[in-house]
């Protein structure tokens, strides 16, 4: 029952977690050109 609940779990952040277009600068940091955010990954 655990192992179900774990994949279900990384299932669903593997789901939400897309990634968005951009280079990123020397710091890891850039902006999202769809929202004007800057933020570091």
């Known amino acids: ?7 279900l779990a990384i299932l669903a952040f593997a789901v939400t ?3 968005h ?3 990123t600068d ?3 940091c850039h902006t999202n050109h769809k929202t004007g955010e800057y ?3």
Do not use: F, K, T, Y
């Not at 029952?1 to 994949?7: D, F, N, V």
């Open 26 to 28: 020397a710091n890891g």
């Open 21 to 23: 277009s951009g280079g």
């Open 1 to 7: 029952m655990r192992s179900i609940l774990a994949c």
């Open 39 to 41: 933020h570091c990954h």
């Open 17 to 19: 977690a897309n990634a």
